[in-house]
């Protein structure tokens, strides 16, 4: 199965939180791409350091709900709190954003992500591995990308 998981940190250093993000993925399967990376500025909590996003594209066998146990340990590995605020700072992020399965919906996991739609920060990096990505429900990812307003959720691409 490929996935698209999204990565995110804003605490520490945090290209190195990506990199080491990746290199576990790598060891669930084949991570096939890696996004650029963005910086972008934080939601719902404001007062908080910038973030850097980016996305990559796996291939695994490993089923929603284990690989949704293998992010989770990357995660407590790599020093974020799982007890930790809600949209609040972290050492790193991995959701699960889309799957080749299409969707995929219980108690503890949303396939596609429920808030992608209205996340740039996500967005953004998910088009630049793969752009002609669209939700389930046909929705084209650009399109999504499009009607939000970059004043409302800045992002910058680094090199």
Known sequence: MRYWIGLGANLGDRP????????RLGRLGTVEAVSHRFET???EVLDQPVFLNAAARLETTL??????????????????????????????????LLWEGGEWHDDQLDIPHPRLAERRFALLPLLDLDP?????????????????????QPAERLA
């Open 16 to 23: 190195a939180a990506i990199d080491a993000a990746v290199a």
């Open 41 to 43: 500025a934080p939601r």
């Open 63 to 96: 089923q929603p709900r284990q690989l949704l146990a293998e992010v989770k340990e990357i995660e407590r590995d790599l020093g974020r709190d799982p007890g930790g605020m809600r949209f609040g700072p972290r050492a790193i992020d991995c959701d699960l």
């Open 132 to 152: 002609a990505l669209a939700l389930p429900d046909g929705r084209r990812l650009t399109d999504l990308e499009a009607a939000i307003d970059p004043r409302d």
